[in-house]
């Protein structure tokens, strides 16, 4: 039986890495777990990751930062738009007060019956921080967030689509939706899988905006990884989706801490079908304890580390 597992991660295309680094560290107090490369071109561009204190599936975020390349995104409409976060009940307070400190605007909503808070990374990308009660992810507080207030990981994906049926189809013809489809205003959610947190899909009809980018720009969402578990189920779950029409589907990608198949959903939002093999995983090129420290790079371009370096922004990660 095919199944997802809930989610694994969230990439974007950002701005400047040190702006990046400081946005998801020194604010939001997440644990910086990797630093490497994107693996896909020639141009050489950062890939970082970020994540609650387990680096769990379903908490960790990753960018790519586009502005030193000069290429810039544009948000719209048929595109992912909102980095929805699971906090604690309770601990909005605390984050507005954190933002404000920090310079970044935010302002509290009530959506679906719970509390919110919405503000901007730096490159303008949506961010919104959502109470749930009973997460069991555990936030990391080596940047001097409380435990009590520690981000427990994602929430779900924010999609802005001009036909919402095409996607609540989508979800329930081959995307493993579960349980009703809520509604409120011009927005509608559905769980994909059963698992109890990090898994909502919300999708807001838009149709004065322009068409989002697809590629690669600073300022603008990439994709949303969901968790296949093995790559057995992963494989299946590939040949079920072309099976229901839905061709728009990449061969298997090795990222040498998950493999993965990318699909573009009929809502424009690209979706990564991944897998932490048994080869994979963060710690599978340097220790849990020094996640983030080092620059590493798969073995295909070792040989090219310095030239490599030399065309990064410099980034200091630490104090």
Known sequence: MTYVAGS?????????AQEDVDFHTRVLGLRFIKKTVLYDGSAPVYHLYYSNA??????????????????????????????????????????????????????????????????RHPSGIEYVLIEVEGDPRVGYTGNGVPIEYAVHGIYGVGIHVFDQ??????????????????EEGDRARFRVGDAGVGNWVELTGNRTDEQGTWRYGAGA?????????????????KFDIEGAGYTDISELKDRTYFKS???????????????????????????????????????????????????????????
């Open 261 to 319: 198949h990318y699909v573009r959903t009929p809502g424009g939002a690209l979706f990564e079908l991944a897998v932490t093999h048994n080869e994979g995983g963060w710690d599978c090129d340097e220790s849990p304890e020094e996640l983030g420290r080092a620059f590493m790079l798969p073995p295909q371009f070792e040989h090219e580390r310095d030239s490599i370096m030399a065309k990064l922004e410099p980034l200091r990660d630490e104090d």
């Open 54 to 119: 387990n680096g769990d599936p379903s908490a960790v975020i990753t960018t790519f930062p586009w502005a030193q390349a000069g290429l810039y995104g544009i948000r719209g409409t048929n595109q992912a738009r909102e980095v929805l976060l699971s906090v604690p009940s309770g601990s909005l307070e605390f984050w507005a007060a954190r933002l404000r400190d920090h310079g970044i605007e935010s302002v509290f909503t009530d959506v679906f019956g719970g509390r919110r808070l919405e503000l």
């Open 8 to 16: 694994h991660h969230v990439t974007l295309s950002v701005g400047h």
């Open 221 to 237: 969402y990439h994709h949303f990884a969901w968790n296949l578990d093995t790559l057995e189920n992963q494989n299946e779950v």
């Open 165 to 182: 049926d095409r996607m609540v189809d989508f979800g329930t013809e081959a995307f493993f939706a579960s349980g009703a489809v809520e």
